[in-house]
Nanobody, 121 residues
Framework: VQLQASGGGLVQTGGSLRLSCAASGRTLSLYDMAWFRQTPGKERGIVAAMRWSGSSTYYADSVKGRFTISRNNAENTVYLQMNSLKPEDTAVYYC???????????????WGQGTLVTVSS
C-alpha cells in the first residue's frame, strides 16, 4: 500500500484544515487507518484512527471534539478534518494503514510521507 498525504499548510489559531490521504496499490477497505503527528524532538503520536469497517474510531484526548477522521473507501481516501486549530497542533502529520488488530492505537504497517501543519498564534 502506498499512501500520499496532502492538505497541510499554514492556518491561524481557530482555523480549519482538512488533510487527505490517498492510497494506491491496494484497497483501503481492508485496513484500519490512522493519522499520527510529530514535532521536533518528540515521538510520533497517534491523533485519530478508524476501524476498516468504519465501526469505531479513536481520538487522542488533545483533539477530541475538534478533529474528525473519515474514510471514503470508494475513493480509497482517508481524511482528517481539523477544526478549532491551536498552535500546539503544529506538527508534521502522517497517515498510516494497518492490518486489523485489537487496538486502533497500536501498530501500523504502512506509512505515507508527512504533511506539515502550522498553526500561527
Amino acid at each position: 500500500v502506498q499512501l500520499q498525504a496532502s492538505g497541510g499548510g499554514l492556518v491561524q489559531t481557530g482555523g480549519s484544515l482538512r488533510l487527505s490521504c490517498a492510497a494506491s496499490g491496494r484497497t483501503l477497505s481492508l485496513y484500519d487507518m490512522a493519522w499520527f503527528r510529530q514535532t521536533p524532538g518528540k515521538e510520533r503520536g497517534i491523533v485519530a484512527a478508524m476501524r476498516w469497517s468504519g465501526s469505531s474510531t479513536y481520538y487522542a484526548d488533545s483533539v477530541k471534539g475538534r478533529f474528525t477522521i473519515s474514510r471514503n473507501n470508494a475513493e480509497n481516501t482517508v481524511y482528517l478534518q481539523m477544526n478549532s486549530l491551536k498552535p500546539e497542533d503544529t506538527a508534521v502529520y502522517y497517515c498510516a494503514a494497518g492490518r486489523p488488530r485489537n487496538s486502533l492505537s497500536g501498530d501500523y504497517d504502512y506509512w505515507g510521507q508527512g504533511t506539515l501543519v502550522t498553526v500561527s498564534s
